[in-house]
């Protein structure tokens, strides 16, 4: 069985950290990019941010770059997002993803998780 289980989220003030882990299981793990993807209320999926396979290579959107950073454990099979400086427009579920490919962002999302939510509000 193929799972993506995210943990870490919560409510945070604004300026605060939080860290995202995604527990994946059911595939090789090391041979997937991997992704975080968020989504606010009442708003599209946003991609925030996406890691290669080997770990090497690391990508973010405009709006969390600087203050978000992606890491792997592919001996744990766990991808993490680590966020610091909060802010109220980080509000949102965010799920990893996980994509077939030998590049940092994949075409396709092959296996999804459920989503962990973040809170940001004082």
């Known amino acids: 069985e193929v799972q993506l289980v995210e943990s870490g989220g919560g409510l945070v003030q604004p300026g605060g950290s939080l860290r995202l882990s995604c527990a994946a299981s059911?595939?090789?793990?090391?041979?997937?990019?991997m992704s975080w993807v968020r989504q606010a209320p009442g708003k599209g999926l946003e991609w925030v941010s996406a890691i290669a396979d080997s770990g090497v290579s690391t990508a973010y959107a405009d709006s969390v770059k600087d203050r978000f950073t992606i890491s792997r454990d592919n001996a744990k099979n766990t991808v993490y997002l680590q966020m610091n400086s909060l802010k109220p427009e980080d509000t949102a579920v965010y799920y990893c993803a996980a994509g077939y490919s030998d590049y940092v962002c994949p075409l396709e999302y092959d296996y999804w998780g459920q989503g962990t939510q973040v809170t940001v509000s004082s």
């Open positions: 059911g595939f090789t793990f090391s041979l997937y990019a």
